[in-house]
């Protein structure tokens, strides 16, 4: 019970953040979009390009520092934690420099001979600047978040992340730089993000110096992991670089809408799970059942996300023409479709996470390769055919093997699974609610203008949604008594906690 009133405290603040981390995020594609899709896809292709470099850059350090922090604060050996600390800095710093370099030198080979767009080398050297400084950024910020103190790294990566670079973004849009704004503006956002970081790597955990023995454990333990992410990488924007190549840069522009949109569906699962694997990395340190909290975080992103994920599918349309205009409607469908594979991925996001927290870091490194591997073969069938639909398929059935494959490994490794009648009551819960909504919807509204109709609808599924979930008793104890705790001491005090 203590592990997880932990966790849900951790997350209101971790939530409030991500929110206001993806709003940031969403006004900076805005802005953007503005420029037209030819524009918004030379910024899409290279921010995809600056971000599989700086995954390389990371090695898979990032996972490793937050779990092996957790490990040795559970068995209160700090000379091994600066280890920790030491070793991924000094791995992470010449890597990125080098592939910096890499990336400067070979922008016009890929701007002109992969992409055939001239503008996109100009976007891509400013992007190799700011490798080496995204890349320590994230191996510095994990730190907080292995001591429990993941709105520190909030502060960095969604608050003052997205202040600086949409603040950066504006300014620069109005300038004569307004067609690179986007590429500057992200790299000053990666120069302030290193700054920060730093800040509140010494405020959790004060250090001199760096002067430590190097820890293999932690490279043994990242090496399969730079390979997941580069896969996770693969599997969330091969489309784009695909669809960019086969079909042209304005495509590309075109579809970078539906994926960033989809993903909003992630968003809870990551503001749980933040907090969610540093805590029960220390329980299963301690030897203690974690199997418990596991079902009940899985269970609750679950019925969050279950009514975002039908607005997204069902008002794919109305959501883009709200958001971006009628230029970028052809990613409606593009959107709905990864909107329920997303959704789908979500649920299995904390069975990933405890794979790796039990060290079978190359088994999810093979799911995630495979899957990979899938989706670079789909995307080649299907693009040329069924145009960005196609890149949409071939993510949604990526991420559909990735699910199967996660499923079967954790009843075989681990003897879990998270799903039982409760889940059931969440689908039932939905769909009436959806029906509800969309009658009182149409009968109050003459005009349906999409902004009022999916407005009142919403407002009318989500009240809905939760009233017949509590009617169907679809919460257990364990969820009661974390809303008692919630109610008794108020979202202000948790906030208040959370920020001290």
Request: proline share 3%; net charge positive; hydrophobic share 55%.
């Amino acid at each position: 019970m203590e592990d997880l009133t932990k966790i849900i405290k951790g997350s209101i603040i971790v939530f409030l953040g991500l929110i206001f981390g993806k709003i940031s995020s969403y006004a900076f594609r805005l802005i953007v979009a503005k420029n037209g899709a030819q524009e918004y896809g030379i910024f899409s292709l290279g921010y995809t390009i600056f971000n599989v470099v700086a995954i390389l850059s990371l090695f898979g350090t990032t996972a490793g520092v937050v779990r092996f922090i957790s490990y040795y604060r559970g068995k209160e050996e700090p000379r091994k934690i600066k280890e920790i600390i030491s070793t991924a800095l000094r791995l992470v710093l010449p890597l990125s420099i080098t592939l910096s370099i890499i990336l400067f030198v070979s922008s016009k080979y890929i701007a002109i001979s992969i992409f055939h767009a001239e503008k996109l080398a100009a976007a891509l050297k400013i992007f190799a600047l700011a490798v080496p400084f995204m890349a320590l950024s994230q191996v510095l910020i994990m730190v907080p978040r292995a001591f429990q103190k993941i709105k520190y790294t909030v502060y960095v990566r969604d608050i003052y992340g997205g202040i600086i670079s949409l603040t950066a973004l504006v300014l620069l849009f109005y300038s004569p730089y307004r067609l690179f704004g986007p590429m500057i503006a992200i790299a000053i956002s990666s120069i302030a993000m290193f700054g920060l970081s730093i800040y509140y790597m010494l405020k959790v955990f004060p250090i001199k110096d760096l002067k430590a023995k190097f820890n293999c454990r932690l490279i043994s333990y990242s090496w399969p992991l730079l390979f997941v992410g580069f896969s996770w990488w693969l599997l969330q924007w091969t489309d784009t670089l695909m669809i960019g190549s086969i079909l042209d840069v304005r495509w590309a522009g075109i579809y970078n809408i539906a994926g960033p949109t989809a993903f909003m569906v992630l968003v809870v699962p990551q503001s749980v799970i933040g907090i969610f694997f540093p805590v029960i990395t220390q329980i299963y340190a301690q030897k203690k059942d974690f199997k418990r909290v596991y079902n009940t975080i899985t269970r609750w992103i679950f019925f969050v996300n279950l009514p975002l994920a039908i607005l997204m599918i069902l008002f794919s349309k109305q959501i883009i023409l709200i958001l971006f205009g009628e230029e970028y409607i052809r990613a409606a469908l593009p959107l709905s479709i990864l909107a329920l594979s997303y959704f789908a991925f979500s649920i299995f996001l904390t069975s990933r996470n405890l794979l790796i927290m039990v060290k079978k870091t190359k088994l999810v490194l093979f799911i995630t390769s495979a899957a990979a591997i899938l989706n670079i073969v789909l995307n080649y069938c299907l693009i040329p055919v069924f145009g960005i639909n196609g890149g949409a398929i071939a993510t949604s059935l990526s991420l559909l093997l990735a699910i199967l494959m996660t499923y079967c490994c954790m009843r075989k490794v681990l003897k879990v699974q998270p799903f039982d009648l409760n889940y059931l009551k969440g689908i039932l819960a939905g769909f009436i609610s959806l029906g509800t909504a969309a009658i009182i919807s149409s009968a109050l509204l003459k005009q349906k203008t999409p902004i009022g109709y999916l407005s009142l609808m919403s407002s009318i599924f989500l009240i809905s949604y939760f009233s017949i979930l509590i009617f169907l008793r679809s919460f257990q104890r364990e969820d009661e008594k974390i809303t008692s705790v919630l109610v008794k001491k108020g979202w202000k005090e948790s906030v208040e906690k959370g920020l001290k």
